[in-house]
């Protein structure tokens, strides 16, 4: 065989493997995390500083979740501090006979849920019940676990929302509300304790 044949055949091999390997996980019917995130104001204090970046807190943060998708970011400013990003969703948005009607993406730091109409929910009831979350890993344990991540796990994550800037410039909001839409309605998510549940 050619050798670019064997070229070609590795790198769809691996290609099959990726696929294999990030493939959703389904579950029966039913809310897999039935309650919303629990936030809890915070008063100014010292900055936490990760690498070149200070970062602000803002709230604590703690979210029990099912991942509905994953995106990776390698390139620029934002994924030196937020290399993934997690669509979850809670409620009725970690329910697989709701989900089992909706194609869910991301990209350019947001995500889109498409469906056929009737909707399987509300849009106001989409968006109360997950969000694109930007996630700023505290531990580099934590870092490689958010990257292994495949959706319809569920996860239990804790830290702070937080503001980012660094000394050049570069500055980052998080958002505090569930309920915002469009441009910084993500939130900027310090995670310092991470949970999986076990893989059925």
């Known amino acids: ?84 990003d997690l669509a979850l969703g809670w409620g009725p948005m970690s329910d697989q006979a709701v989900l089992d009607r909706m194609d869910i993406s991301q990209g350019n730091r947001w995500y889109f849920t498409h469906y056929t109409l009737p909707a399987p929910l509300p849009d106001g009831a989409i968006i109360r019940n997950s969000s694109n979350m930007h996630m700023v890993p505290a531990e580099p344990w934590i870092h490689d676990e958010l990257l292994d991540l495949r959706p319809g796990d569920v996860v239990r994550l804790e830290g702070f929302l937080v503001d980012a800037r660094d000394s050049a410039g570069f500055t980052w909001t998080t958002s505090l509300s569930r309920e915002d839409t469009g441009n910084g309605a993500c939130e900027l998510f310090y995670v310092s304790a991470f949970s999986r549940a076990p893989r059925p």
Do not use: C, K, N
């Open 1 to 84: 065989m050619p050798r670019y044949l064997w070229i070609l055949l590795a790198l769809l091999s691996i290609f099959a493997w990726r696929q294999w390997s990030q493939r959703e996980i389904v579950h029966p019917p039913g809310q897999l995390s039935p309650r919303p995130p629990i936030q809890q104001a915070l008063t100014p204090d010292s900055p936490l500083t990760l690498g070149e970046f200070e970062l602000q807190p803002r709230a604590a943060f703690q979210v029990h979740a099912r991942v509905l998708s994953t995106r990776r970011y390698r390139w620029g400013r934002e994924a030196d501090l937020a290399p993934v």
